[in-house]
């Protein structure tokens, strides 16, 4: 079996995507990895769970998945059986013409004219359509959720289960959590949560505390977050300086991280509480 990592570099690569063009790619599937997060997949160092495994194959176009990740070009799950790269394509140009069509189900006139300008001119519009139907369904949830927080009305978030350290460092595995029931205690911007475990963020927080976490990829100067550094995850406070980046923990004992440009590190959150 291939694995994940190099399979996904592979195909990025044919796509002539930069790692960051393809996380950009992502954020229309709701989803917002940093390049570093994408370079850790390629390097197997972590993987994307399984919502942003399928998005990463609907934006590197790997219809046949088990061909692609497990070297079995007659899968029985793949829809293309049989055809060749240029079938394959073929069949995929006359997809995209019958699902933008709003008509073909009641046997109206067929395209007969199908360009590679047609087909990408239909791609576009989807994208489109898509994007602002997913804005569109962000806004009506998002007062949805205001408003039922507001009345004191419970919500579910993810509460991982390995949590991040406030000590040495552990890895966050992105599928280990458990869902929880939170109310209007739990601040309404929060998107999951973890356990702290060690001292190194006392007095402020102390080992097995759960922190609400809101997702972003980047700090300001002097704010506490949840950074992946190495393939480890971390509960510290940013300290910007001219001299680069450094991670503090408020508890005296522990030593400043400081961040070399060899290092790896993206920022999973925001910590609110």
Not at 222 to 238: D, S
Request: with cysteine; aromatic share 6%; hydrophobic share 35%.
């Amino acid at each position: 079996m291939e694995k994940i990592g190099s399979t996904i570099a592979k195909k990025r690569k044919e796509a002539k995507l930069s790692q960051g063009e393809l996380a950009e790619e992502l954020k229309a599937f709701g989803f917002a990895p940093s390049a570093a997060s994408i370079s850790s997949w390629e390097k197997d160092v972590s993987v994307p769970n399984a919502l942003q495994f399928m998005a990463v194959c609907k934006v590197l176009k790997i219809d046949n998945i088990l061909g692609e990740f497990e070297n079995a070009p007659d899968a029985v799950n793949d829809v293309f059986n049989g055809l060749n790269e240029e079938g394959r394509k073929r069949a995929k140009e006359y997809i995209s013409l019958l699902l933008l069509s709003k008509e073909f189900t009641e046997a109206k006139p067929v395209v007969t004219n199908i360009t590679e300008e047609t087909v990408s001119a239909g791609r576009d519009k989807k994208r489109i359509d898509a994007k602002k139907a997913s804005m569109d369904d962000s806004k009506r949830i998002s007062k949805s959720v205001s408003e039922d927080i507001s009345k004191g009305v419970t919500r579910i978030l993810k509460l991982y289960n390995l949590p991040a350290s406030a000590g040495t460092g552990e890895f966050l595995d992105g599928e280990d959590y458990t869902e929880v029931e939170v109310g209007p205690e739990v601040s309404m911007a929060a998107d999951f949560g973890i356990r702290i475990k060690g001292n190194s963020m006392e007095p402020r927080y102390v080992n097995g505390q759960t922190v609400w976490i809101k997702r972003c990829e980047n700090l300001q100067n002097g704010e506490i977050g949840i950074f992946f550094l190495n393939g480890n995850a971390y509960c510290k406070k940013l300290q910007k300086s001219e001299n680069g980046l450094s991670l503090i923990s408020l508890n005296p004992d522990y030593d400043t991280i400081t961040v070399t440009e060899e290092d790896e590190i993206s920022v999973f959150g925001k910590v609110l509480n």
